[in-house]
């Protein structure tokens, strides 16, 4: 069974969002062949839609990837990769105060092999301010 993890996420508004600034490492999962959907909204349960990412295979493309998938002392750990364009992180909306970061909503699931999906993150996605353009 998984519990849902509560995590932030955090991106400029002007450059692309790339993890493993801090990859995602799930211990005790093999989710080799799984299929990934991450969103963005303005807040939970709607609001408007800001980045919809799904699996993918390349570390340049936008969407979320296994990048590597290994076995320590007989548990299996899944590293996932987290790509948003600077073109998407762009497009995020201000904050309500010039300057101000701005705290939206992210969470992803995931579908095994098996097909049970299940959600695996939620949580606050901060779009940083930045004096560089």
Not at 31 to 44: I, Q, Y
Not at 105 to 131: L, Q, Y
Request: aromatic share 6%.
């Amino acid at each position: 069974m998984f519990k849902t993890v509560t995590a932030a996420l955090e991106g400029s508004r002007t450059a692309p969002l790339v993890e493993p600034e801090g990859e995602i490492i799930l211990e005790g999962f093999d989710l080799t062949g799984a299929a990934f959907r991450m969103e963005v909204r303005d807040r939970r349960d709607g609001g408007m839609l800001r980045a919809a990412l799904d699996t993918v295979t390349s570390a340049t493309a936008e969407g979320v990837r296994i990048v590597s998938v290994e076995t320590v002392d007989g548990i299996p750990i899944t590293t996932l990769g987290i790509r948003i364009n600077e073109t998407t992180m762009e497009s995020m909306p201000a904050a309500p105060e010039p300057g101000d970061n701005n705290e939206i909503a992210w969470g992803m699931h995931i579908t095994p092999d098996d097909g049970a999906k299940f959600e695996a993150f939620d949580g606050p996605f901060i779009v940083k301010a930045s004096a560089v353009e």
